[in-house]
């Protein structure tokens, strides 16, 4: 497996900005395909943004038009562009990487359609 490691993370006021980073090692990024998910405190783990190796996105509703995820293979590295943030946005935001080799995913944004995580950026949106 791969290593993840997420970076960014921060403490915002509603309406601001703010750019996660997930850095991959052992592999290159265009060899999978890839998520943000984010957990609060006392909620589920929850799909937030996927790219898949043809850099198809998916996003959850409650973040689209607010979010952009990109990938760059010359940094290895995967990022979340969040705007508009709003202090529902406030969570542990994970990095992840599906099994090697998969072009697509069925389900994008569930969480068992990965194998990778990393140690998670904490975003805190204060009002």
């Known amino acids: 497996q791969v290593q993840l490691r997420e970076s960014g993370g921060g403490s915002v006021q509603t309406g601001g900005s703010l750019r996660v980073s997930c850095v991959l090692s052992?592999?290159?990024?265009?060899?999978?395909?890839m998520g943000w998910f984010r957990q609060a405190p006392g909620k589920e783990r929850e799909g937030v943004a996927t790219?898949?190796?043809?850099?198809?996105?998916s996003y959850a509703d409650s973040v689209k038009g607010r979010f952009t995820i990109s990938k760059d293979s010359a940094q290895n590295t995967l990022y979340l562009e969040m705007n508009s943030l709003k202090p529902e946005d406030t969570a542990m935001y994970y990095c992840?990487?599906?099994?090697?080799?998969?072009?697509?995913?069925?389900?994008?944004?569930?969480?068992?359609?990965?194998?990778?995580w990393g140690q998670g950026t904490q975003v805190t949106v204060s009002s």
């Open positions: 992840a990487a599906a099994p090697v080799g998969r072009v697509r995913l069925r389900t994008p944004l569930r969480s068992d359609e990965y194998n990778s």
């Open positions: 052992g592999d290159t990024v265009s060899r999978y395909c």
């Open positions: 790219i898949d190796r043809l850099f198809s996105t």
